[in-house]
């Protein structure tokens, strides 16, 4: 399997299919080539931490020592990998407990019926 991976949001690594990514690029690199400067950014980043890696036989990938560094891996030798629907990320482990935050019933509920279109939001009081 081949895989992309570059930096993602809040400090982490991202790990993505190459199926995936092959959806999500040309987006990027329209409104790059359009000149909009927060896509030229964007691009500039994910390309200079980027790489194309494969899953060795024993379901391991290598990062380079820059991803290592960006992601804040480079003194601990511990990382979090948080599977996210359509990717992987990876993370320092306190960066990942504080950019993740629990959320209440009564909040996940609300966040539901905006994203979701859930009408009755179930958690905490009616």
């Given at each position: 399997?081949?895989?992309i991976?570059?930096?993602?949001?809040?400090?982490?690594?991202?790990l993505v299919?190459?199926?995936?990514?092959?959806?999500?690029a040309?987006?990027?690199?329209?409104?790059?080539?359009?000149?909009?400067?927060?896509?030229?950014?964007?691009?500039?980043?994910?390309?200079?931490?980027?790489?194309?890696?494969r899953?060795?036989?024993?379901?391991?990938?290598t990062?380079?020592?820059?991803q290592?560094?960006?992601?804040?891996?480079?003194?601990?030798?511990?990382a979090i990998?948080?599977?996210?629907?359509n990717h992987?990320?990876?993370?320092?482990?306190s960066?990942?407990?504080?950019?993740?935050s629990?959320t209440?019933?009564?909040?996940?509920?609300?966040?539901?019926?905006?994203?979701?279109?859930?009408?009755?939001?179930?958690g905490?009081s009616?």
């Amino acid at each position: 399997m081949q895989l992309i991976i570059t930096v993602g949001t809040r400090g982490c690594l991202l790990l993505v299919p190459d199926p995936t990514w092959e959806k999500f690029a040309p987006d990027l690199f329209r409104d790059a080539v359009q000149g909009d400067p927060g896509a030229l950014r964007l691009r500039s980043t994910m390309a200079l931490y980027g790489s194309v890696c494969r899953v060795d036989k024993s379901g391991r990938v290598t990062l380079s020592d820059e991803q290592m560094e960006f992601g804040g891996l480079e003194k601990l030798g511990k990382a979090i990998i948080f599977a996210n629907f359509n990717h992987v990320e990876i993370w320092e482990p306190s960066r990942f407990a504080s950019a993740i935050s629990t959320t209440s019933a009564a909040e996940h509920d609300l966040l539901a019926a905006r994203y979701f279109g859930n009408p009755r939001p179930t958690g905490g009081s009616a």
